[in-house]
């Protein structure tokens, strides 16, 4: 059973943003810099979904390995993502966007989590696009946390162990309530997933497109989108 997408737009879209620190590197600015257009580019590429056919887009904003830069990047990056929630909170209601969050709340401080409950709750209502943004987010740890929650339940004789199957876990992944992504976009040269939705995007269409980050223009995701309509997707199977 052949599956062809010729002519379809992707409806999940899931993009890991790459390149920020070489732009503003490049200006002869601190990586910060770069983040902060990073986000305006955010933004822009939200605002074209809807046009676009784009029903679900997921960002990797921050990784479980992004702890190992540095303090003022570290801290510099979770401020910038606070006065971002804060600022976009307004319009992304408006604009009936659903905004979830992804990926270990626990290490993230205080008031960041509260303003991500808060976006949440005020978006829950909203389906016009469904944005969800990976914040302290890994693939293998949010496998394990899923693991984690899986066990206690077989532990405490609410699920049989012989049941369990990819659907059983999949139920207790961060992204439960999300179709798996159609496309993957990473920006910036690099060919690699590092770690992004390892379990879902196991049927997904990758591209790796040259482009930094903050320079990702709207025009340029409608052709990556356009793109996507060109290729097969057959699941395993024979093209028939
Ligand atoms: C990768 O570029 C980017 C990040 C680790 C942060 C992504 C954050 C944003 C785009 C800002 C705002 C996001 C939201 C959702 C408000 P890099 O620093 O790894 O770049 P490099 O590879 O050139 O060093």
Known sequence: MGKTSEGRRPEHVAIIMDG????AQARGKPRLFGHHAGARRVREIVESCPDLGVKYLTMF???????KRTQVEVSGLMKLFKRYLMSETKELV???VRVRFIGDRIRLDERLVALMDELEL???GNDALHLTIALNYGGRDEVARATKRLAREVAAGRIDPESVDAETLAGFLDTCVLPDPDLVIRTSGEARISNFLLWQSAYSEYEFIDTLWPDFTRDEFARVLANFGARERRYGAVPG
């Open 20 to 23: 920020n620190g070489r732009w």
């Open 61 to 67: 904003a921050f990784s479980t390995e992004n702890w």
């Open 94 to 96: 408006e604009a009936g």
């Open 122 to 124: 005020l978006t829950s």
